[in-house]
């Protein structure tokens, strides 16, 4: 009887996953996945944008799901952090350094999202939009890149939307800006392939975590060719994949895993 290796280990890794605020979301399930993989999980979020929705988690879940994350017998931290400040990206990874030690993923899966349409757009939702899916990531994709140790192995996975698939006429904001996320993960990733770092996106697709009511998950399940709706542990285990050394030929990929959805 032979063993098998786990390549997808990730023991001695440090990764930063952003936008984990709610256990029902992805940034939840992402940690979850990576923790039981081995990573030590830093996560941040942000409870005023979380408080504006319906779907709004409770105060407590932050510290629940690092409780959870704990059981797993890794190291976990966490920092309410408002992304928007050009400031938060050292701030971040100077916790995180202190912290854990040099990080060797990061995720950005935190987003800022607002129905908007060409009769409604201003230039303060297109702005908030902006600071949050296109600088924050940007910028905090380079602090992560610029204190980059390691020689290989670096990971950064970020989260789209399919807007290369397909019009969202009334996310217009959300559009433009996410859009532009794909542009940066492959520009991103042949800039710094040399660095051992490899870039990613994924679109995980229509997602059930907790926006749909019983109409939206009614109309959206009969476009899934399997009969369900996606999962946070769908886009997950994914990332858990994309994180490991099992991917470090894949890089400037923006993957569409949503299940053979029909747009």
């Given at each position: 009887m032979t063993s098998s290796i786990n390549h997808r280990n990730l023991s001695g890794k440090v990764a930063i996953v952003t936008g984990a605020s709610r256990l029902k979301g992805i940034g939840a399930a992402i940690c979850l996945e990576l923790a039981k993989e081995g990573a030590d999980i830093f996560f941040t979020y942000w409870t005023k944008y979380d408080s504006f929705f319906p779907w709004k988690g409770l105060e407590d879940e932050p510290a629940r799901l690092a409780e959870q994350l704990e059981k797993q017998g890794i190291k976990c931290y966490r920092q309410e952090l408002d992304l928007t400040d050009p400031l938060s990206p050292i701030k971040l990874l100077d916790e995180v350094q202190n912290q854990l030690g040099n990080p060797h993923i990061l995720v950005n899966n935190a987003c800022y999202s607002n129905s908007d349409s060409y009769e409604t757009l201003s230039h303060s939702t297109l702005d908030s939009h902006y600071q949050m899916n296109v600088r924050a990531t940007t910028l905090l994709s380079l602090e992560f890149i610029k204190r980059f140790k390691n020689t290989s192995?670096?990971?950064?996975?970020?989260?789209s939307s399919g807007q290369s698939l397909g019009p969202m006429t009334d996310?217009?904001?959300y559009a433009?800006?996410?859009?532009?996320?794909e542009t940066l993960t492959y520009t991103l990733a042949a800039a710094v392939a040399h660095k051992g770092i490899t870039v990613n996106a994924i679109n995980p697709g229509p997602t059930d975590t907790g926006w749909m009511n019983a109409e939206d998950k009614k109309h959206l399940s009969s476009r899934f060719p399997m009969g369900r709706l996606g999962e946070p542990k769908d886009a997950a285990n994914l990332i858990s994949f994309?994180?490991?050394?099992?991917a470090e030929w894949i890089t400037g990929q923006i993957i569409h895993s949503e299940g053979g959805f029909k747009r």
């Open positions: 192995s670096g990971r950064i996975i970020n989260l996310e217009l904001s433009i800006t996410k859009g532009a996320v994309l994180a490991s050394d099992e």
